[in-house]
């Protein structure tokens, strides 16, 4: 389709009146992007899904974007007044409670890894996978399981995975006559960085 093409396609089906060739070029181009109403409209024209154009997704917003969807629908659809969805999508700063969150991960198709980035539930999920590693990992399946809502069975083998290296990193650590290089930081270091090793692991497993 030529760039003409694609912006007759929006003009007469999508409301979008003022999108020019210019406009279609610009996009692809990388020196400009659309907006919401625009990018909804481009996919329309293409006959494919925003999500197929735009990349990957990151923020509250982009993922709106991705599934089509109005403000005032998820609004709506979390149980939220529209201004205060709004204020959450400008600051990027989710703040609704357990079942809002529950709700807007499934309205917007939400994979695990972005929900508890989204939510803001890193920090809970960082503390739980530390302390399965640093104690006995089964013993925090079911709550890890329920906090990013996947199948108990799907996180065995990363979690024991997970703690054998960090009690790797210990155990040499602590055994001097090992000749290892290992130290403490080493094991600090694979707690900060607890929740990527995370993501990692369950990724290779499913």
Same mark, same amino acid.
């Given at each position: 389709?030529?760039?003409?093409?694609?912006?007759?396609?929006?003009?007469?089906?999508?409301?979008?009146?003022?999108?020019?060739?210019?406009?279609?070029?610009?996009? %692809?181009? +990388?020196?400009?992007?659309? @907006?919401?109403?625009?990018? *909804?409209? #481009?996919?329309?024209? /293409?006959?494919?899904? $925003? !999500?197929?154009?735009?990349?990957?997704?990151?923020?509250?917003?982009?993922?709106?974007?991705?599934?089509?969807?109005?403000?005032?629908?998820?609004?709506?659809?979390?149980?939220?007044?529209?201004?205060?969805?709004?204020?959450?999508? %400008?600051? +990027?700063?989710?703040?609704? @409670?357990?079942?809002?969150? *529950?709700? #807007?991960?499934?309205? /917007?198709?939400?994979? $695990? !890894?972005?929900?508890?980035?989204?939510?803001?539930?890193?920090?809970?999920?960082?503390?739980?996978?530390?302390?399965?590693?640093?104690?006995?990992?089964?013993?925090?399946?079911?709550?890890?399981?329920?906090?990013?809502?996947?199948?108990?069975?799907?996180?065995?083998?990363?979690?024991?995975?997970?703690?054998?290296?960090?009690?790797?990193?210990?155990?040499?650590?602590?055994?001097?006559?090992?000749?290892?290089?290992?130290?403490?930081?080493?094991?600090?270091?694979?707690?900060?960085?607890?929740?990527?090793?995370?993501?990692?692991?369950?990724?290779?497993?499913?």
């Amino acid at each position: 389709m030529a760039h003409g093409h694609v912006a007759y396609g929006m003009r007469s089906s999508f409301g979008t009146a003022h999108v020019t060739p210019e406009h279609i070029a610009a996009w %692809e181009r +990388g020196t400009a992007q659309p @907006d919401a109403q625009e990018l *909804a409209a #481009l996919a329309g024209a /293409l006959w494919c899904n $925003p !999500r197929d154009i735009m990349g990957l997704p990151r923020t509250l917003r982009e993922h709106r974007v991705a599934c089509g969807l109005p403000p005032e629908d998820v609004a709506r659809g979390t149980g939220l007044p529209l201004d205060v969805y709004v204020r959450m999508e %400008e600051t +990027g700063r989710w703040t609704g @409670d357990k079942r809002q969150s *529950a709700k #807007l991960g499934a309205l /917007l198709l939400l994979p $695990p !890894r972005d929900f508890i980035a989204i939510t803001g539930l890193e920090d809970e999920l960082a503390r739980l996978l530390t302390e399965a590693v640093s104690t006995r990992w089964q013993a925090h399946v079911r709550a890890i399981a329920k906090l990013i809502s996947v199948e108990r069975k799907q996180l065995k083998e990363p979690l024991d995975a997970m703690y054998h290296e960090y009690q790797a990193l210990m155990a040499a650590t602590l055994s001097r006559a090992s000749g290892s290089t290992a130290s403490g930081e080493d094991g600090r270091r694979y707690v900060e960085e607890i929740v990527d090793h995370f993501w990692a692991r369950l990724q290779d497993a499913s």
